[in-house]
């Protein structure tokens, strides 16, 4: 039996089609019927041709160097075929025939492009699959906890841009500006007008300062404000309009604190915690001051 049609029952006996692994491995179905038919001849020269027959082997959960060593000596052996073949020919391989009238003739320029083509489309290939394996490997990092967090972050990533209360720089004085709310940022104070009681709820700023590497996720309801790493010495601030849904991965390397009002320490496991902080309720969270 050869090579392409034993792999080949090996994939019948799986109940695998070529479609299935196509999706899995990215590399194109045509391919993959090159390998079972022993059509290697249209296959990509070199390491490209062995990563498409290793990515085959690797996912119907076969022996790969096995199936790469028994693809070489299946090459081998066709080309070794071919030359007996063009040698008993004699002279007969070097006449030249031309062409039939209105037939044209494929160009080695057109061959070399065409070569040049398939390489590319190999390499990017292989990038793909190499930069998957690396995502999957930073996924392990990110603690399980956080990992449907994340998620929905980076589909809302926009509303932590949008947030009007996040400032880069804390130390820096607030440029005087009138909002909707009736909201008056003067020289970093945000000053309510009487008339609006909304206004007293925006004065409220709660500030998350990392200690050292940890992973923090913010919402209000269903949508995310901020998931991701906070460097040591990193800060960010929301405002307490909303109940805020806060989650740490590690809460002993954070620092929160309303309007520069210091939280006590939260926990001192190391573990992931969520609380829910209010414009109502963050008091009962404040540092006792003795």
């Known amino acids: 039996m050869s090579f392409g049609a034993s792999l080949k029952r090996e994939r019948e006996l799986r109940g695998i089609t070529l ?12 391919m993959l019927a090159c ?14 041709g062995r990563s498409f027959v290793r990515s085959y082997a690797c996912y119907l959960g076969i022996d790969e160097q096995k199936a790469v060593q028994e693809f070489l000596l299946a090459t081998e052996s066709i080309s070794s075929a071919e030359s007996s073949l063009a040698l008993s020919g ?23 492009l065409a070569g040049i083509a398939i ?25 399980r906890e956080l990992r449907s967090v994340q998620l929905a972050g980076s589909q809302q990533n926009a509303a932590v841009s949008c947030n009007p209360l996040e400032p880069s720089n804390l130390s820096d004085s607030l440029t005087m500006a009138a909002n909707q709310q009736g ?22 700023v709660l500030r998350i300062k990392a200690r050292a590497s940890v992973w923090v996720a913010v919402s209000v309801n269903k949508t995310t404000l901020f998931s991701g790493l906070l460097g040591s010495q990193e800060m960010k601030s929301f405002s307490l ?10 809460p002993k390397r954070v620092e929160i604190s309303v309007n520069n009002q210091l939280f006590e320490k939260l926990d001192n496991s190391g573990e992931l915690k969520t609380i829910v902080v209010s414009a109502e309720n963050y008091l009962q969270f404040l540092k006792v001051v003795e």
């Open 19 to 30: 479609d299935e692994i196509a999706r899995e491995t990215k590399i194109s179905t045509r």
């Open 35 to 48: 390998i079972d038919s022993d059509r290697f001849d249209q296959l990509p020269q070199g390491i490209f």
């Open 90 to 112: 004699g002279q007969r391989m070097f006449t030249f025939s031309p062409p039939e009238k209105g037939i044209p003739r494929t160009s080695l320029r057109q061959k070399i």
């Open 119 to 143: 390489l590319l489309v190999s390499l990017a290939i292989f990038c793909f699959v190499e930069f998957q394996s690396w995502r999957d490997q930073e996924d392990l990092n990110v603690p």
């Open 183 to 204: 909201i008056v940022r003067v020289l970093g104070e945000l000053t309510p007008q009487k008339s609006n009681p909304s206004a007293v709820l925006s004065k409220l």
């Open 241 to 250: 309009q909303q109940p805020l849904k806060v989650s740490l991965s590690n």
